[in-house]
């Protein structure tokens, strides 16, 4: 049975690339969603949310990812990047997304939700991306 299995390292880099890319793609679905008249108000507002949720919880779940990746050894699946429950809750978290856009017509208030959600990861990525580098990127 064929496992992708990777290095460790693979895995260090993996996992703030996905939160950079997920969240570099909120802020620009986002950005398109707020009203051109308030955008750099409500900018500021979602940076500034989006800059607590990364000090008050996302750097601790980046900092608790890195550490159990740091156990890994070699040809440890790719997909064990992150624990099941994160997976899950990136899943709960998708489908939230896709439910709001279902019953709400997105605006600029859900506009400043995606770019603060989407700054939280984007700026929580550098603990992944630190330890990365730690390592020598390869």
Not at 22 to 46: C, E, K, Q, S, T
Not at 84 to 106: D, E, H, I
């Amino acid at each position: 049975m064929f496992k992708p299995g990777v290095h460790r390292s693979v895995h260090l880099f993996a996992a703030p690339f996905l939160w950079t890319t997920i969240g570099g793609m909120l802020i620009y679905r986002g950005y398109g969603w707020i009203d051109p008249n308030n955008r750099i108000f409500f900018l500021l507002l979602a940076f500034f949310v989006g800059s607590l949720k990364s000090f008050l919880i996302l750097d601790k779940v980046a900092a608790k990812t890195i550490s159990r990746i740091d156990t890994f050894q070699d040809n440890t699946c790719l997909g064990a990047v992150f624990s099941w429950k994160t997976w899950l809750l990136v899943g709960l978290m998708m489908s939230c997304g896709v439910l709001l856009r279902t019953f709400f017509t997105p605006g600029t208030i859900l506009g400043a939700g995606y770019c603060a959600i989407g700054w939280a990861l984007l700026f929580s990525s550098r603990q992944g991306w630190f330890a990365w580098f730690r390592i020598g990127m390869l």
